[in-house]
Nanobody, 126 residues
Framework: EVQLVESGGGLVQAGGSPRLSCTASGHTLDDNAIGWFRQAPGKERERVSCISNSDGSSTFYADSVKGRFTISRDNAKNMVYLQMDNLKPEDTGVYYC??????????????????WGQGTQVTVSS
């Protein structure tokens, strides 16, 4: 069973630039597309960004984060990162990374992802 672990969340001031990390124990992520999702209180989980497997040559960003967030992967370290710049209060939520066995970005439907991390809270203060 793949277990994903996120880190890097916390309380951040608006305009801040934290970086979230996602790694897996007992599993290499090279063959997986990795997605980042977030969920705000009272709202549904929404897609944020995704990176394709292997060299990560394909990426996707939701319109709400495009130009501010950057997804990347370092397969040698078995890590996927989400660099978040110019954070806004509306970016507040629990951020989850998830693994998709297809290796491709696809539509980033929640059901396409078979393994999820426990989430890391990001709170943006204005």
């Amino acid at each position: 069973e793949v277990q994903l672990v996120e880190s890097g969340g916390g309380l951040v001031q608006a305009g801040g630039s934290p970086r979230l990390s996602c790694t897996a124990s007992g599993h290499t992520l090279d063959d997986n597309a990795i997605g980042w999702f977030r969920q705000a209180p009272g709202k549904e989980r929404e897609r944020v960004s995704c990176i394709s497997n292997s060299d990560g040559s394909s990426t996707f960003y939701a319109d709400s984060v495009k130009g501010r967030f950057t997804i990347s992967r370092d397969n040698a370290k078995n890590m996927v990162y989400l660099q978040m710049d110019n954070l806004k209060p509306e970016d507040t939520g629990v951020y989850y990374c998830a693994a998709d066995s297809s290796g491709f970005i696809g539509t980033m439907a929640v059901l396409d992802y078979y393994s999820w991390g426990q989430g890391t809270q990001v709170t943006v203060s204005s």
